[in-house]
């Protein structure tokens, strides 16, 4: 019974006029980062190039809070750092890494799927420049370009995890602004 007299309420409300709908621009996630296949293929091929790294002290992806990752405003950085991964890292004459010729599809799909909704530069060129620097650091520190790829091969996992966490799947919604705002 409440709830049908909230229900009333609502209705009248956006009937009245003093409510004006307003529709919210809305990424949808590529469906790659809710298939459980293209998720156990990443881990797959992650954990063989972890197994082969020595150095658990280094990491290569920047940190994101998880309350960043939630705010939504980090899905683009996330794109274009794959967007390195699939022009600079992920190759096909890497035959080591099981799992690779499955996992690539997958995430110039994400990539393509992504591309409309991340057309700016603004926050996303700080942390492309960040994983590149620590990219190249740990080529030099480690005196061999093959072992930092490797690496990161190894953090394809938590690339995948911050697109899924951070490219929001939520269907269109409509929100309500009040007349007087």
């Given at each position: 019974?409440?709830?049908?007299?909230?229900?009333?309420?609502?209705?009248?409300?956006?009937?009245?006029?003093?409510?004006?709908?307003?529709?919210?621009?809305?990424?949808?996630?590529?469906?790659?980062?809710?298939?459980?296949?293209?998720?156990?293929?990443?881990?797959?091929?992650?954990?063989?190039?972890?197994?082969?790294?020595?150095?658990?002290?280094?990491?290569?992806?920047?940190?994101?809070?998880?309350?960043?990752?939630?705010?939504?405003?980090?899905?683009?950085?996330?794109?274009?750092?794959?967007?390195?991964?699939?022009?600079?890292?992920?190759?096909?004459?890497?035959?080591?890494?099981?799992?690779?010729?499955?996992?690539?599809?997958?995430?110039?799909?994400?990539?393509?799927?992504?591309?409309?909704?991340?057309n700016s530069n603004r926050d996303d060129k700080e942390y492309l420049q960040q994983f590149r620097q620590n990219?190249?650091?740990?080529?030099?520190?480690?005196?061999?370009?093959?072992?930092?790829?490797?690496?990161?091969?190894?953090?394809?996992?938590?690339?995948?995890?911050?697109?899924?966490?951070?490219?929001?799947?939520?269907?269109?919604?409509?929100?309500?602004?009040?007349?007087?705002?």
């Open positions: 019974m409440k709830c049908i007299a909230i229900l009333a309420l609502i209705c009248a409300y956006l009937l009245s006029g003093t409510a004006t709908p307003v529709l919210r621009t809305v990424r949808h996630r590529p469906r790659p980062l809710d298939n459980s296949e293209t998720w156990n293929n990443v881990i797959v091929m992650a954990k063989h190039a972890q197994a082969r790294d020595r150095d658990h002290e280094t990491r290569l992806i920047p940190e994101i809070s998880s309350d960043k990752l939630k705010a939504g405003n980090v899905c683009c950085i996330n794109a274009r750092i794959l967007d390195y991964y699939l022009s600079d890292i992920l190759h096909a004459d890497q035959i080591e890494y099981p799992r690779l010729h499955l996992v690539k599809p997958d995430l110039k799909r994400v990539a393509r799927d992504l591309k409309p909704h991340c990219l190249e650091r740990a080529a030099e520190m480690y005196k061999n370009k093959r072992t930092a790829t490797n690496k990161a091969i190894g953090e394809t996992d938590i690339l995948f995890h911050y697109l899924y966490e951070s490219c929001t799947s939520v269907d269109a919604e409509q929100t309500t602004i009040s007349a007087d705002q």
